[in-house]
T-cell receptor, first 114, second 117 residues
Framework: SQKIEQNSEALNIQEGKTATLTCNYTNYSPAYLQWYRQDPGRGPVFLLLIRENEKEKRKERLKVTFDTTLKQSLFHITASQPADSATYLCAPLEGGTSYGKLTFGQGTILTVHP | GAVVSQHPSRVICKSGTSVKIECRSLDFQATTMFWYRQFPKKSLMLMAT???????TYEQGVEKDKFLINHASLTLSTLTVTSAHPEDSSFYIC???WGGGSYNEQFFGPGTRLTVL
């Protein structure tokens, strides 16, 4: 069956350090992989999308890598700030008839300490 | 970015009553919307895909007679939880698919907290 695993339920780091979150998937052939941020009691907010033919994507302090051989995506936040504290969700997205249907990983709760 | 709203944001009801939740795309038209539910400290679980003008497609294990979905216009989808019971208490989130870019981006509403007493 299809499975999405995000490393550690919780990640605690010091302000200024780089946070690295991992998303591993099995029995998927995603055409895209998305990362979302969710704050408590709120809906997810889209952060980045990376396509299967892209190895790396950057947006300001965020960087995403996508290794279809390892079936893994890494999400990095550089120069982390307390305001980055949130739950981060990955969602592989298949093409074809499943287009648009998102299945989320369980999320990683990131806490950035001042 | 595109904005999706949900109403109400919170609702408390008695067991046995029906509750309607609205999902609106405010500045774009969405032929496809999705409904998710989320339990505390858990991830979002897709319940159904709502397509404008046609019947919703439900995920395995989701009762279509329990969770009625209507997508009557390009900017509005509604989820009605019929004869709600305490186990239906959850955080319900909708999203709308926006096809304006090179990729169909999905925008999420702020969620509706349902508590059934």
């Amino acid at each position: 069956s299809q499975k999405i695993e995000q490393n550690s339920e919780a990640l605690n780091i010091q302000e200024g350090k780089t946070a690295t979150l991992t998303c591993n998937y099995t029995n998927y052939s995603p055409a895209y992989l998305q990362w979302y941020r969710q704050d408590p009691g709120r809906g997810p907010v889209f952060l980045l999308l990376i396509r299967e033919n892209e190895k790396e994507k950057r947006k300001e302090r965020l960087k995403v890598t996508f290794d279809t051989t390892l079936k893994q995506s890494l999400f990095h936040i550089t120069a982390s700030q307390p305001a980055d504290s949130a739950t981060y969700l990955c969602a592989p997205l298949e093409g074809g008839t499943s287009y648009g249907k998102l299945t989320f990983g369980q999320g990683t709760i990131l806490t950035v300490h001042p | 970015g595109a904005v999706v709203s949900q109403h109400p944001s919170r609702v408390i009801c008695k067991s046995g009553t029906s509750v309607k939740i609205e999902c609106r795309s405010l500045d774009f038209q969405a032929t496809t919307m999705f409904w998710y539910r989320q339990f505390p400290k858990k991830s979002l679980m897709l319940m159904a895909t709502s397509n404008e003008g046609s019947k919703a497609t439900y995920e395995q294990g989701v009762e279509k007679d329990k969770f009625l979905i209507n997508h009557a216009s390009l900017t509005l989808s509604t989820l009605t939880v019929t004869s709600a019971h305490p186990e239906d208490s959850s955080f319900y989130i909708c999203s709308a698919l926006w096809g304006g870019g090179s990729y169909n981006e999905q925008f999420f509403g702020p969620g509706t907290r349902l508590t059934v007493l």
